[in-house]
């Protein structure tokens, strides 16, 4: 499980996360909804290990990734927004430099490769190198390296960039598989459909802080309260306007 | 299997897969470059020995003057060495996207700054290993050393020697990041630099280097003073003095003496990367986060960009499109810390020359010197373009990297892109390179004809370089790379450097045979003017120099207009 204790991120006298406190249990699905530039990345990148709080504790599975980084990333698969990858090798080495880099038995990240490159339908493309796949490929290879050390804790931000429907359907479904199985899955996103349609729960972050949090169900009732949908809700929390007829300039007035 | 060496190891596969995949077209410029690197390495080996062998033959002094030649030649490269180390550190240990890849994952801190630290020596050093090669070889030869004997002391002794500047190149850019949360990079930048030009002044007044110089080609009676003035400028406590030494040592005094030095560099190597894997253990991962924190601008900072984007505000007459690339190019360069730190550090070097030639001997009546000096000083007038275009004009074309789309998608002609790369870089290396040429013939005294005749020269050859540079940019381009340094250090780059200082070679040998006779015709009023010599000169020069814009630039848009983006 995660929890954020009051964690405070400041670049020189910008708040990109301001004192945010949050848990999430256990196999829980939470997704982290906020618009650009809200501190989703921000906090994603502190639960990881790439940058640290000025204030307040991450902890991953009860450890604290300030103090003990490694085996905090040891539990933890990452799925970035802007992946890095080697180019010059192929899907299969790549797996097999991944599971070095999280201490797998060589016979184990074998026999999890071909289950990872069946599942995602890639065993005509595993010995081809990174640099000849398409966008949506390589998003599958990163997939396959997060969920390669079966992770306790999955943190994927902004999970459906450039994938095709067939590759989305297939991460919204594992990522559900996972999290049933007693993987906590935290994605960060901007699409309000995959926060509607998979989570357990949801986040709203504007401007560094928490602004709302509950249960599907229980935005969703915020949100017909007040005679919105989720979408509205969200574009009202965040400070966008609920406008529905497309604006095109004075000229459109 | 240790985390670092199983890392290494994919990297190794990597770099096979690399070299197992090439294309024909990327096989061919790999053949190619290896090619003229030979004839490079060849050429200065053949430059090399000629000089040591000439010394050789000189008695008493002539062994003393090839032993102060390396010296020196193995303190330029220690230099150099420390310079790439610190500048290829920023983007290898600080900015690599492949760095914050490896430290999301388990991997101890520690484990990911070797590998880093490993891949931050192999970027820095093959470069100015390879230019400094040569000067070991031929030294080794006229020494008369047997060559696997020399091989293996020479791999024992340059080991050493290239693992010290790494380490203090990768400490100096640590300690940097660290400061850097407190003080901004800029004033940061500024402070360090009037300290090295602090520390250089200081050396030059109190060593006078140049004072060698004078002193042997024009006092042959003071020898004695001499020889013992030639302990003054070595440093005995810099492991270039030690590399020289066990060459000398090696040479004069046989294996037992050589024991001395080696056991000196091995163990200063050791007490190094003791100090830097122990501080990079409590460190490494601090100065990263330092490093990949972005700032927020203080009130003095908006100010400054308030000023500057006034500044990017390019003029009206401009047409839109070659102002838009402009001013892009431009705001790129200033807001990149790696371009501008390495531009200030060429600065400094460009300082240091001045300085060296403020202690320069300008009482010199003789033509014949006058001459000399002031070549030498438009050869090496011709060495700093040459190393300012490789480093700065050749990766631009390469730093649109995934970015081109915007321009070659846009109805801007990929011609005018190139048109707006070389007016640019041209109009700023002419302003730097005639500033560089007025000062330096002032303060050696060089006026009138030799003048004049730096000044057309340094104009071509700016104008040939930033071509030379821009064309084979875009021929040996690196879109995925966006580190400059790594671009100009790529086999693309170092290929250019060759042909450029090639090129600047060529435009001193055509211009040495008018000015050695107009020289003759100064000494000796009788000689009737060398009108054919002239004429001969400035005709070679225009056809070296149509050649070396032309080509490049038609080479350089050919392949861009092959490939798909």
Redesign the interface.
């Given at each position: 499980m995660i929890e954020l204790i009051n964690v405070t991120k400041k670049?020189?006298?910008?708040i990109a996360v301001s004192d945010l406190s949050l848990e999430v249990k256990s196999g829980e699905f939470f997704a982290f909804l906020g618009p650009n530039g809200a501190g989703k990345t921000t906090t994603i990148k502190m639960m990881?290990?790439?940058?640290?709080p000025d204030g307040g504790t991450v902890k991953i599975c009860g450890i604290d990734i300030s103090q003990q980084?490694?085996?905090a990333?040891?539990k933890t698969g990452?799925v970035?927004d802007s992946?890095?990858i080697?180019?010059?090798?192929?899907a299969r080495?790549y797996l097999?430099?991944?599971g070095?880099?999280?201490?797998m038995p060589q016979e184990k990240i074998e026999s999890k490769i071909e289950w990872l490159f069946d599942l995602f339908a890639m065993n005509g493309w595993a010995d081809s190198?990174c640099e000849e796949y398409s966008h949506g490929m390589r998003q599958k290879v990163i997939f396959c390296s997060a969920f390669l050390h079966e992770p306790e804790v999955l943190v994927v931000d902004e999970p459906m960039v450039g994938l095709d429907p067939q590759s989305a359907r297939l991460v919204k479904d594992l990522l559900k598989k996972f999290s049933t199985r007693g993987t906590t899955v935290f994605v960060s996103t901007h699409t309000l459909s995959v926060a509607e349609e998979l989570c357990d729960r949801i986040g709203i972050v504007n401007k560094g802080e928490l602004i709302a949090l509950g249960t599907l169900d229980e935005l969703r009732s915020k949100a017909v309260s007040d005679g919105e949908n989720l979408e509205n809700l969200f574009l009202k929390l965040t400070g966008g306007s609920a406008r529905t007829e497309p604006y095109f300039g004075p000229e459109d007035e | 299997?240790n985390?670092a060496l199983?890392?290494l190891h994919?990297?190794t596969?990597?770099?096979r897969?690399?070299l197992l995949?090439l294309n024909a077209e990327k096989a061919t410029k790999i053949i190619v470059g290896i090619f003229v690197l030979t004839c490079f390495f060849g050429g200065s080996f053949f430059f090399f020995y000629r000089v040591f062998d000439y010394l050789g033959s000189l008695q008493d002094i002539g062994v003393l003057l090839m032993n102060k030649l390396v010296s020196l030649g193995f303190l330029a490269i220690f230099v150099m060495l420390v310079i790439s180390n610190i500048v290829t550190s920023i983007s290898t240990l600080y900015r690599s996207?492949?760095t914050?890849?490896?430290?999301?994952?388990?991997?101890?801190?520690q484990q990911v700054f070797t590998v880093k630290f490993v891949d931050n020596i192999f970027y820095s050093t093959w470069a100015v290993m390879l230019l400094g090669l040569p000067l070991i070889f031929a030294y080794g030869l006229v020494r008369g050393f047997v060559l696997w004997e020399y091989l293996f002391e020479m791999f024992c002794v340059l080991l050493p020697f290239i693992i010290i500047p790494a380490c203090i190149g990768v400490t100096f850019a640590g300690v940097m990041f660290m400061v850097s949360r407190h003080v901004s990079p800029r004033s940061l930048a500024i402070s360090l630099f009037s300290i090295i030009i602090l520390v250089i002044v200081l050396y030059f007044k109190l060593g006078r280097p140049s004072s060698l110089a004078f002193n042997v080609v024009s006092d042959w009676r003071v020898l004695n003073r001499y020889i013992g003035s030639i302990g003054a400028t070595s440093f005995p406590f810099l492991p270039s003095y030690w590399v020289s030494e066990t060459l000398r040592t090696l040479a004069e005094e046989g294996r037992r003496a050589l024991l001395v030095y080696m056991l000196a560099m091995v163990s200063t190597t050791l007490f190094f990367l003791n100090f830097v894997f122990r501080i990079a253990g409590k460190y490494y991962?601090k100065s990263w986060?330092a490093a990949?924190?972005?700032?927020?601008?203080?009130p003095a900072v908006r100010v400054l960009k308030k000023t500057s984007s006034r500044f990017f505000r390019l003029p009206d007459w401009m047409p839109s499109d070659f102002r838009a690339v402009l001013s892009k190019d431009l705001k790129l360069f200033v807001r990149e810390p790696a371009q501008w730190a390495q531009f200030t550090v060429l600065l400094v070097l460009l300082v240091i020359y001045l300085i060296n030639l403020k202690y320069f001997p300008t009482n010199v009546e003789d033509s014949y010197w006058k001459t000399l000096i002031g070549f030498a000083n438009f050869a090496f007038s011709g060495f700093i373009l040459a190393t300012l275009s490789v480093r700065f004009v050749f990766p631009t074309i390469s730093l649109e990297g995934r970015a081109i789309w915007a321009i070659t998608s846009s109805p801007m002609p990929l011609r005018r892109v190139f048109w707006e790369k070389f007016w640019s870089a041209f109009l700023i290396f002419l302003l730097l390179s005639e500033v560089l040429a007025f000062v330096s013939n002032m303060m050696l005294g060089l006026r009138g004809v030799l003048m004049l005749l730096t000044f057309f020269s340094v104009l071509c050859m700016s104008m040939s370089l930033t071509s030379l540079s821009i064309g084979l940019g875009a021929t040996f381009p690196r879109f995925?790379e966006r580190n400059p340094g790594k671009i100009a250090s790529s086999m693309g780059g170092m290929l250019t450097t060759i042909i450029s200082l090639i090129y600047v070679g060529a435009m001193v040998i055509i211009a040495a045979l008018p000015a050695n006779k107009y020289t003759l015709y100064k000494m000796y009023p009788d000689l009737p003017f060398p009108s054919f010599e002239v004429g001969l000169a400035v005709s070679l020069m225009l056809i070296l120099n149509l050649t070396a814009i032309v080509v490049p630039l038609k080479l350089g848009i050919r392949s861009m207009r092959k490939r798909n983006f």
């Open positions: 670049f020189g006298d910008k990881t290990g790439l940058l640290k980084p490694g085996e990333k040891m990452y970035p992946p890095y080697y180019e010059k090798l192929t080495e097999l430099f991944t070095g880099l999280y201490r190198r | 299997m985390s199983h890392i994919y990297k596969i990597s770099a897969s690399f995949n996207r492949e914050a890849f490896l430290l999301s994952t388990p991997v101890s801190h991962y986060l990949s924190e972005h700032r927020s601008d203080k995925d």
